[in-house]
């Protein structure tokens, strides 16, 4: 099939136009992390500033592989004088997702997969749910377009726009779990118990995306409802319901795409204030933790897998834009 | 309080070209009938007005925070000696508000409350211990008996301080009416009653109204704050009110330096982009997407981390405390401008390709006007209301962004007040026994208000210069909309996607 062959050989050809882009990342983490501060520096910060020895900042470079030259070993033979170094063990492994080890002397990689399902378990159904829900109230205000209805459904848009994701986690927590005792506050558990631990953080994150998702929603709907396709539908006697929910959504699907498929691969990563929150033992809270105990290699990990994940995202896109709309043409 | 040194730090350097730049476009719009429509247009939007109104406020406030001073030290003696400044450093937010930042208690007491949040073991005098509520050092102090007065006291000041805000929006209606008399040569009372009809050019009536909430509420709060913690007192007995205040200029800091610092950038690299395409095309949008696709938060978190890191081991320049925070609410704009930089460098260069291509470009290319010049007198002026309506629309998610930041511990120093820096302070008070709910209650609503005006005056300012946007139904009173659809008229937005509609950020 020529059209099967065609997406195989775009996919093929994004995936080699995002190596440039991921040695891109490496060399500004790279130079984030070795260059900007050199690991003396790091050292003398994690061990406390002032009160700091020669003997100890060898001793925590030695431990975490630091002490090598950071790009040329002239001191090593052949092809050792570049892979004896700090960019070669560090930055250039990461593509073989070797990601070192975090401060407390575990594998990243191992922590990586391990806390990969806690995350996808919280950040998955908030993003369905927060989709479905969203979109379903982007439609009914245009479908009451013009009148209170959908002005006061903007005005709440607007005004939950403004409320601090943090206040959404406060709030909720303290509502449901210490008024009204419905669900534990916090904390995670496996298999169906985890249900009752992920109700509260699903609800809240669909909550706290909703002003701004279904207003920018509600305007794509909007825009679509100007097209003649949508005269000629109401035209052949279509009630406005099946209008909307048929064929202006249908159309509106390409930006909403572009939008939400981007961050599926993302999802992988978790939230990190919701995970810190309710303490659910994912991704993010990883990250919190690294940034907090300053764990330099795990934030690195992370960065990199991020950007990783975000250039499958924009792949992932592009493809689905051909599933939804035929006349796309990927070249 | 007799002698002081100014001081000028790094924010406030670029807060003052922030207002030297903002007086300057104001200025030149105001000598230019085709800038100056868009404008009227904001004029015309009521809630934009009151969104306005309101965020005037807000920058009174933060400017008042942004001009800072060492005060002189007192040394006795020697008077032929050195005058010696505080290592404090002042602003002259604080130097008003001095009773509010001195006035500090033990630890938590409620708002309006004279006495402690928690009981300690106090000696009677008679030698007896007892377990109470100790009374607060200031708050509430001058009543005899808190049980019973306490309610007609605060009930008699906010009184008075209502009245005289009252007093003050009389006068500065009377001097709006004076002004718009004066500028429309027509009468006073005349001017007045247009006024009340919302038949002026610009909606002063809705700022009237929106002042008339706010100037006896702030006379209120001020009398009150004078002897009473009138939003309670933190766990280290500091003044919430008066955090909450300070809070607010690091707030608009972020949202507007930010813009700044990464203007000249995205501009720059944006327009280029588009007008030279080829190679400067390819480089740039190799840059641009390279930066985006790391994950914003993870590139904020790993900057601030690396730059906590050079701060730490380099003590020795900074003088003062406040100067090394400082510091760290630069460069936190500068990484959240490199961070948001993208976006905006994207819809330049589109924006930039369609023009280029314009008749007019054409023209001047055709009489041998230099590639620099071109992109100065003729893609600039018209690539400047996106710039215009990103900055407007980045100001509230930037708001918002700094109080998770600061959460994560990768925001602003935690000795800044900031309103992340209060809700990672107070986060566990809910949990608390009693609870200890008015710190976060007041981050709630000083930021609420913040982003919600900064929200609704975007809106303004984006349907006001969006060329190909026209009112959507939401921003016109229900009544009209739907007067409008009787007349067969729906309205709607435009067919083409707007260029400054963004997706909301994941």
Known sequence: MPGRMALLNYVIRRVLYAIPILVGVNLITFALFFVVNSPDDMARMQLGVKYVTPEAIDKWKAERGYDKPLVFNAAADGVARLTQTIFFEKS??????????????????????????????????????????????????????????????????????????????????????????????????????????????????????????????????????????????????????????????????????????????LLFLGSLIAESFFGIPGLGSYTIDAINSQDFAVVRAMVFLGSLLYIVGLILTDVSYTLVDPRVRLE | MTSFKPVVLWTDAFVYLLLVVVFAFAWHVRRNERLLAPWRRVGRSASGMAALTVLGCFIVVGLLDTVHLRPAVEHGGDAGGEQAYSVEVLSLLDVLATPLRTRVEKTYSAPFSAFLYARETVELPDGHQIRTFPRLQFGGAHLQDPDSELVADVAGRAAAGAGLGLLAWGMAVVALGGWLARRGARGWRETLAAIRRGATPVQWNVVCITLACILPLCGAALALADSYHILGTDKVGQDVFYQSLKSIRTGLVIGTLTTLMMLPFALLLGIMAGYFRGWVDDVIQYLYTTLSSIPSVLLIAATVLMMQVYIETRPEWFDTAAARADLRLLFLCVILGVTSWSGLCRLLRGETLKLREMEYIQAAHAFGVSHWRIIGRHILPNVMHIVLIATVMDFSGLVLAEAVLSYVGVGVDPSMISFGTMINAARLEMAREPMVWWTLLAAFGFMFALVLSANLFADAVQHAFDPRKKMLSATMPPRHARAARRAGRQPQASSSASVTERAPRP
């Open chain 1, 92 to 265: 250039v492994a990461m593509f073989a997702f070797d990601f070192g080890r975090a401060d407390d002397g575990r594998d990243i990689a191992h922590e990586i997969r391990m806390r990969m399902l806690p995350s996808l378990a919280i950040a998955l159904p908030v993003f369905l749910l927060g989709l479905a829900t969203h979109i379903v109230f982007a439609l009914t205000m245009v479908l009451f377009r013009a009148t209170y209805v959908d002005f006061w459904g903007v005005v709440l848009c607007v005004a939950l726009m403004s409320v601090s994701s943090l206040f959404y986690i406060i709030g909720g927590q303290f509502l449901v779990s210490k008024l009204w005792h419905l669900v534990p506050i916090s904390g995670y558990g496996d298999g169906p118990d985890a249900v009752r631990f992920l109700i509260l953080p699903v609800v809240i994150g669909v909550l706290s995306g909703a002003g701004a998702s279904t207003r920018w929603y509600r305007t794509l709907f909007l825009e679509e409802m100007g097209r003649d396709y949508v005269r000629t539908a109401r035209a052949k006697g279509l009630p406005e319901r099946l209008v909307l929910f048929r064929h202006v959504l249908g159309n509106a699907m390409i930006p909403i795409l572009t939008g939400t498929v981007v961050v599926i691969p």
